[in-house]
């Protein structure tokens, strides 16, 4: 094809998952109190077991309408990503061959079910876990008789909520990331396995930076990126490429 015509094929594709994106940002706004009720439903769930009747606050006029805006969004990037990832499959795909091609499906395919599948983690494991150790440190007598409760403002939850569901699901995307770099031969499995002890040094890193300051949260996702290593070092072992015999 011409680059004109490159160009036109692209705009077609992006004004796809554009639409595809504010449908879905439409829908999740009518739903966006239910999908903050969810997220918000670890914290009840440990507050109702304290036996409290508690509440969330916002303390600016914009902040409870600006907080549905970020779950709607939050929302709608998730849900129209098939949509959105099917629009530059179909954008990318003339350009390769039959093998680049079934070798590439399987990590489109594996990208969303990984980042659901750390997105659950952090949701029904880590959340209940780390809620209930910062609740830890509340003091109900107080000092000098005042009381030391939360009161948790919407748009500081969700913040911390969205940064731990995409910080768990982006994290879960090592094996893909790791097998594809194996496919065209930039690392191998031996080297994975060389590189492990500092590979482990690095993800505590990186859970340190990308959790709360809170040894739990940091372990929750530290210790499963490390399960996911080994898992892409056998990845990597399947999918580099085989030494050519002389």
């Not at 554009?18 to 239910?34: E, N, Q």
């Not at 489109?108 to 079910?113: M, R, S, V």
């Not at 659950?120 to 000092?143: C, K, R």
């Amino acid at each position: 094809m011409p680059l004109l015509d490159h160009l036109i094929e692209l705009r077609r594709r992006l004004l796809w998952a554009l639409a595809a994106f504010v449908v879905c940002f439409f829908i999740t706004y009518h739903f966006s109190a239910d999908i903050y009720s969810f997220l918000a439903k670890p914290l009840a769930d440990l507050m109702e077991a304290r036996g409290e009747n508690r509440r969330m606050i916002f303390t600016a006029l914009y902040e409870a309408f600006f907080t549905d805006l970020k779950v709607a969004f939050f929302a709608a990037a998730f849900i129209s990503f098939p949509v959105v990832a099917g629009q530059i499959w179909l954008f990318v795909a003339p350009g390769l061959y039959r093998s680049e091609k079934r070798a590439l499906l399987p990590f489109l395919c594996a990208t969303p079910l990984l980042f659901l599948l750390g997105g659950a983690l952090a949701y029904y494991v880590i959340f209940p876990f780390a809620w209930g150790f910062f609740l830890s440190f509340e003091n109900p007598q107080g000092a000098g008789g005042l009381p030391i409760q939360l009161e948790a403002r919407v748009s500081e939850y969700l913040d911390l909520v969205m940064k731990l569901i995409f910080a768990f699901g982006i994290t879960f995307q090592l094996p893909v990331a790791l097998s594809l770099l194996a496919k065209v031969g930039i690392v191998t499995s031996a080297g994975l396995k060389k590189y492990r002890r500092y590979a482990i040094v690095g993800m505590f890193i990186v859970a340190a930076i990308l959790a709360p300051p809170d040894v739990i949260t940091q372990c929750g996702l530290a210790i499963p990126l490390i399960g996911l290593y080994e898992i892409s070092i056998i990845a990597a072992k399947l999918v580099e490429p085989k030494p050519v015999e002389v």
